[in-house]
T-cell receptor, first 111, second 111 residues
């Protein structure tokens, strides 16, 4: 059974640009959550999608957005990138509430 | 006050010893508690979860929960060098699929 797949694995962007990250959950999983991981703040929740609807949202500015498609694949978009957006972005998929399986993440560097 | 607090370490134990990792949480509405392990450059992987007060054992790992003290711990018996990683404590509230993570404790097992 394939795990959670995130693409791309690495990205380098310039301040002011926008970026789109992709996440394909484990087959059959309808919940996809996104997290930002930085050395100082640890893992912070961005948002969760379930059946194409945003079910929950963390305390991030509106520059961070996401969506989920009918096949449960999800994308997150960050517009007007700032240096502080440099982080590891992790996607997690779940079938039940007592689990979350993480992808390998996308390492975003903003220069 | 942070939702979940962990001692960042580093914690060093000799091979074969018991490693004890601790975590406190601030929201008494938290319902489920998780321990994740994250190797350097990798994504978090679930070790175990616990819902009820008391101990839960899984192989060399024991999770302990004390809701009155808002305290969760993870014991690793017969520690191995391969256990060297960062251990993340996470909690979930009654509703929603959002994890609140601590910043992690770095564990080194010395051969």
């Amino acid at each position: 059974k394939a795990g959670v797949t995130q693409t791309p694995r690495y990205l380098i962007k310039t301040r002011g640009q926008q970026v789109t990250l992709s996440c394909s959950p484990i087959s059959g999983h309808r919940s996809v959550s996104w997290y930002q991981q930085t050395p100082g703040q640890g893992l912070q929740f961005l948002f969760e999608y379930f059946s194409e609807t945003q079910r929950n949202k963390g305390n991030f500015p509106g520059r961070f957005s996401g969506r989920q498609f009918s096949n449960s694949r999800s994308e997150m978009n960050v517009s007007t990138l700032e240096l502080g957006d440099s982080a590891l972005y992790l996607c997690a998929s779940s079938l039940r509430t007592d689990e979350a399986f993480f992808g390998q993440g996308t390492r975003l560097t903003v220069v | 006050q942070k939702e979940v607090e962990q001692n960042s370490g580093p914690l060093s134990v000799p091979e074969g010893a018991i490693a004890s990792l601790n975590c406190t949480y601030s929201d008494r509405g938290s319902q489920s508690f998780f321990w994740y392990r994250q190797y350097s450059g990798k994504s978090p992987e679930l070790i175990m979860f616990i819902y009820s007060n008391g101990d839960k054992e899984d192989g060399r790992f024991t999770a302990q929960l004390n809701k009155a003290s808002q305290y969760v711990s993870l014991l690793i018996r017969d520690s191995q060098p391969s256990d060297s990683a960062t251990y993340l404590c996470a909690v979930k509230r009654y509703t929603g699929n959002q994890f609140y993570f601590g910043t992690g404790t770095s564990l080194t097992v010395i051969p």
